[in-house]
């Protein structure tokens, strides 16, 4: 009943700029929070950054003065904006959304993890 739909990966040269986008749809009452994580080949995943309801960030240390995360609540939409990007950053983003997701007849909110399928993102040196 909701999906995270994403865009905006691709082929960079190391230095260059991304900007990712993800939309939820569905069932949507609200969303907390909406995030961006990554995962490498052979690596676990990990968190690239975060934004509250409110608007408070939080970023991994090696993105921290590189990366900006912005949501658009209108539009249920989170983007990342990637620049001074590194081969090291090269990775498959996935992002994430905290939602409320209500049933029609049902009064009640079901607060749900949701995930997108990802998107490639390679940087070459």
């Known amino acids: 009943q909701v999906q995270l739909v994403e865009s905006g990966g691709g082929l960079v040269q190391a230095g260059g700029s991304l900007r990712l986008s993800c939309a939820a749809s569905?069932?949507?009452?609200?969303?907390?929070?909406m995030g961006w994580y990554r995962q490498a080949p052979g690596k676990q995943r990990e968190l690239v950054a975060i934004i509250s309801s409110g608007g408070s960030t939080n970023y991994a240390d090696f993105v921290k003065g590189r990366f900006t995360i912005s949501r658009e609540d209108a539009k249920n939409t989170v983007y990342l904006h990637m620049n001074s990007l590194k081969p090291e950053d090269t990775a498959v983003y996935y992002c994430?959304?905290?939602?409320?997701?209500?049933?029609?007849?049902?009064?009640?909110?079901?607060?749900?993890?949701?995930w997108g399928q990802g998107t490639q993102v390679t940087v070459s040196s």
């Open positions: 569905g069932s949507i009452y609200n969303i907390n929070d």
């Open positions: 994430y959304a905290d939602i409320g997701v209500y049933y029609y007849g049902s009064a009640s909110v079901d607060q749900q993890e949701h």
